[in-house]
């Protein structure tokens, strides 16, 4: 290898590693800020991993864990609620799941993406589900403690409620965030996804 | 409000490390706690925390707005749809054992609450990144938390612009679920490919103010430490650890 090849390959690895920092921190201001345009929509869904899905199929799934954990931390930061820590559990199974959708193409076509968004929503729910019911007896004070109470107040047993409640609403929440992320992809220009090389495996 | 609160309490004067050890013990003791006593000795606990930050009155009203609809909820959830046996109060029937777990599950998060928006009023954010720096934590990580909070207020400007703008073009923001979910593209897909289209820009000038160089950084101005304070964070860690074993011995007795 010749002398000048060496450093060119380490200012590549460099300027990567700067990248997946620029994008980790796209990725949890999508996050974050997806929650006001839901608001404005009225919709009963958070997509709060919209974020983690993106940097996923764009970086890869250690960017999109840090992604995750970090919109996790700074979500309690900005509401004070810090009682929902224990949920970043969550986050690092949806950005392990969302990686290996992406490297297997699932979110190149919608007809793949919201199957893929329904499977990952019944990983999440089997994850936060179990948090929701041992630690806060299944009051999370979201919409998912709603349909838990009704559901309680129809003569469920806690537990079935609370696991009931917590499969309905990902369930959909993750196959709207899987389908939007593969719209998003799809509408990358050519200019923008080359640079992007997680995309073309 | 909830956030940094100039002052000079020993909690401002602490390394930032200890300010969050103290929260973060909190959390940990929170969850190890089982019987009302234990959590609600947690709570004043959480109490003592804040007022020796000077903070009692700027995190105990922000904590008891975010913990009262969790009592509401836990309330309903657990003291009238709770399990047998059952007391009359009133013209209520409650559920004995459902109002022991009310005020366990309550308790937990108001501690957790109380504590961490203490750590929040009393831990200056330039302190913290500080410490980090001193402490040889990775650029990458400070960026992170630091940065990101600073472009958050402007992606939700451009959010809130790109929103207007959307309507101006004749997007409902009405109409049936479908037409809702429908309306998400147009709003999200501007956003998030503007966004994407400025990461290399964003690259340049960070690597040109030599954010990606190895090289340790040295900080300016680092908050002082102490062996008493590290040993109150070795002694936190000791008591978290304890009060798990204590919980597990109780379980498998």
């Known amino acids: ?201 | 409000m909830i956030g940094y609160v100039p002052g000079h309490s020993p909690l401002h004067r602490a390394h930032p490390y200890t300010t969050l050890a103290l929260a973060g013990a909190l959390l940990l003791g929170a969850f190890a706690a089982t019987r009302p006593v234990e959590v609600w000795a947690l709570v004043g606990a959480a109490a003592v925390f804040a007022a020796a930050g000077g903070a009692l009155r700027a995190s105990a009203r922000p904590a008891l707005l975010l913990s009262l609809p969790i009592w509401v909820l836990l309330f309903v959830l657990h003291g009238l749809l709770g399990a047998e046996p059952r007391m009359v109060v009133g013209p209520v029937s409650l559920s004995v054992p459902g109002i022991a777990r009310a005020l366990v599950l309550g308790g937990r998060i108001t501690a957790i609450v109380l504590g961490f928006l203490t750590a929040l009023a009393t831990v200056s954010p330039h302190r913290l990144v500080e410490a980090m720096t001193a402490g040889g934590v990775p650029f990458g990580r400070t960026f992170l938390l630091a940065s990101t909070l600073t472009i958050l207020p402007r992606m939700r400007e451009r959010a809130a612009r790109i929103l207007e703008a959307q309507q101006c073009r004749g997007l409902r923001l009405g109409g049936s679920v479908v037409a809702r979910l429908r309306a998400l593209g147009p709003l999200t897909l501007p956003l998030v490919l503007g966004a994407l289209a400025e990461v290399d820009e964003q690259v340049l000038a960070l690597d040109a103010r030599g954010a990606g160089s190895a090289a340790r950084r040295t900080a300016l101005d680092p908050p002082p430490d102490s062996a008493s304070q590290r040993a109150l964070r070795r002694v936190l860690l000791v008591l978290v650890v304890a009060a798990y074993a204590w919980k597990f011995w109780r379980m498998r007795g």
């Open chain 1, 1 to 201: 290898m010749s002398a000048t090849s060496a450093p060119a390959a380490d200012e590549r690895d460099l300027r990567v590693t700067l990248r997946d920092l620029v994008l980790v921190r796209l990725g949890v201001a999508i996050n974050l800020v997806i929650g006001q345009i839901v608001a404005a929509l009225l919709l009963p869904v958070y997509l709060d991993s919209v974020g983690t899905i993106l940097v996923a199929s764009l970086v890869g799934p250690r960017a999109a864990i840090v992604a995750g954990l970090t919109s996790q931390v700074l979500n309690a930061v900005l509401s004070g609620n810090f009682s929902w820590l224990p949920f970043a559990l969550v986050q690092v199974v949806i950005a392990l799941y969302a990686a290996a959708a992406a490297r297997l193409g699932l979110f190149r076509r919608l007809a793949t993406a919201v199957p893929a968004g329904v499977g990952m929503g019944f990983v999440a729910a089997s994850c936060s589900a179990p948090i929701s019911y041992f630690l806060f007896g299944g009051v999370t004070a979201g919409g998912v403690t709603v349909v838990t109470t009704v559901l309680r107040a129809l003569g469920a047993p806690l537990g079935v409620a609370v696991a009931a409640a917590s499969y309905s609403t990902d369930l959909l929440d993750k196959a709207i965030a899987c389908a939007l992320v593969s719209l998003l992809l799809r509408s990358l220009p050519r200019t923008l996804a080359a640079r992007f090389p997680a995309l073309a495996r």
